[in-house]
């Protein structure tokens, strides 16, 4: 019963950290439109955002797979409470680096900051990830995972409603207008001027969130999980078919629901005219859909028996979640919104519990089953018009939401001594994040606009159905 507890508190902790770390990827998709005006950029251009940003991950992934590989996996000899504070630290260091990029209007700041807090991110996942999965039994880590993701996408639902507030309304009014390399002021699509204290102001909050997360970690009582037999050198994880299987799956599901996320707030611009103001409402719930997905897939694959009950409480849950996002964007929106404007969403929501239902608590079933409704889903975007289309690729986040958690408990299922290098292995290709939305920023450009360029996620929910399928079976190589 003590362990029991300790590993509940723990829990608890780490669900700061998925919050945080969500709350940052997803002021990117704020960035791209605030960076694309400031330094009139491309669509393919502005996507260097998430280049920069993502590439870290595979950079400091593979740096760490090497010295796993060479000297024996990093996180079993310091242990996960240090890789996590390791990665708090670089983080805040990287949002320190904010300050200056604005006040120079560098671009090549602004990206190298955004690289160096990705580096801090992929030193929390490489340590966070396993060390929820470990948390308690091996038959309910999808269930832990998934919640501890639900908290990383409440941060990426309150992301839009609160940095697009703070970004382009509440701080921009402060100091000087920004200038772009005409000389011009730039301004919001409402015509608001915009200044540098705009983003500087965010992030150095940021930095000392994370800062002052390092420091409650670092004097509270953590499981400590480490082997104490000699540490094993070589990479001998990528023996598993399954793990290398999901390595791809890993590239494909973080690309494809970066891609979407990243052009959301200017494809509804080009769409139906919505002003980043308003878009990034509707972002609110692309990201917020994961969230309700989220808490709906810990219940799921949770161990509860009956299922009557089981059923009930996903069916309260995700209503619940829907009208907390609702209300956070009406509460920062005003009397500019109403309930009318967002109910399809529920029908997706309906949609989503029926995906479930089909997935049977099966984490490589429902991940097949979800990927399938992507891209039916994409389909219909790319064939369709109006706020039929925008509905269509908004409620995607519904069906992402268990795709990391399921990918990542399927890929390290059974790697024994060789799940932290899995693990590192799995965060590595979180550089499918920054490719994908690259390759889609430079086909939106050669299309002229972003319309038809939602094949390339279709693409890659392609092969995600396949791995729920078929890849995700443990074979003997």
């Not at 024996?72 to 390791?86: C, F, M, T």
């Not at 080009?270 to 917020?288: P, R, T």
């Amino acid at each position: 019963m003590e362990t029991q507890k300790k590993h509940t508190k723990s829990l608890a902790i780490l669900v700061s950290l998925f919050f945080m770390w969500g709350f940052i990827t997803c002021m990117n998709d704020i960035l791209i439109p605030f960076l694309k005006k400031m330094f009139q950029l491309s669509r393919g251009e502005s996507m260097l955002v998430q280049f920069a940003f993502f590439t870290a991950y595979f950079v400091g992934s593979f740096v760490y797979f090497r010295i796993s590989a060479i000297k024996g996996d990093p996180i079993n000899r310091i242990g996960y409470k240090n890789g996590i504070l390791w990665g708090l630290v670089v983080s805040g260091l990287g949002c320190l680096l904010f300050y200056p990029a604005a006040s120079i209007q560098s671009f090549g700041l602004f990206l190298s900051a955004l690289f160096v807090v990705g580096i801090g991110f992929t030193l929390l996942q490489i340590a966070a990830n396993p060390y929820v999965a470990i948390l308690g039994p091996q038959k309910t880590a999808s269930s832990r995972l998934n919640l501890s993701q639900a908290f990383n996408s409440f941060g990426t639902t309150i992301a839009p409603i609160l940095g697009g507030y703070l970004v382009f309304h509440y701080f921009a009014k402060i100091g000087q207008p920004l200038l772009d390399a005409s000389g011009n002021t730039i301004l919001t699509d409402e015509g608001q001027a915009i200044s540098a204290l705009g983003v500087q102001l965010p992030y150095i909050i940021f930095a000392g969130i994370f800062f002052l997360l390092a420091i409650i970690i670092r004097f509270i009582e953590l499981p400590r999980f480490t082997k104490n037999e000699e540490i094993e050198k070589g990479s001998g994880a990528l023996q598993y078919r399954h793990l290398v299987l999901g390595m791809v799956a890993i590239f494909m599901y973080v690309g494809g629901e970066v891609s979407i996320g990243s052009c959301l707030i200017n494809y509804m611009n080009e769409m139906v005219g919505f002003s980043e103001m308003k878009a990034k409402s509707y972002l609110a719930f692309y990201w917020g859909g994961a969230m309700i997905g989220r808490f709906l897939g810990a219940i799921s694959l949770s161990g509860m028996q009956n299922q009557l009950k089981k059923g009930a409480l996903m069916v309260l849950t995700s209503v619940a979640t829907f009208f907390i996002i609702f209300g956070a964007v009406y509460l920062e929106s005003g009397t500019g919104i109403s309930f009318k404007q967002f109910s399809p969403f529920l029908i997706f929501m309906v949609i989503n519990l029926i995906g479930f239902k089909i997935g049977k608590s099966f984490a490589g079933r429902t991940l097949f089953v979800f990927s399938l409704i992507n891209i039916a889903m994409l389909i219909i975007t790319m064939s369709t018009n109006g706020m039929f289309a925008i509905w269509t690729v908004v409620s995607i986040g519904l069906f992402n939401s268990i795709m990391w958690s399921n990918i990542f408990t399927l890929a390290i299922k059974d790697l024994g001594k060789h799940t932290s290098q899995g693990s590192s292995l799995l965060v590595m290709m979180i550089l499918g994040g920054a490719l994908l939305p690259l390759v889609q920023g430079a086909v939106a450009d050669g299309l002229n606009g972003y319309h038809y360029s939602f094949f390339i996620p279709a693409i890659a929910y392609i092969y995600l159905a396949y791995y729920g399928l078929k890849g995700h079976i443990v074979k003997n190589v």
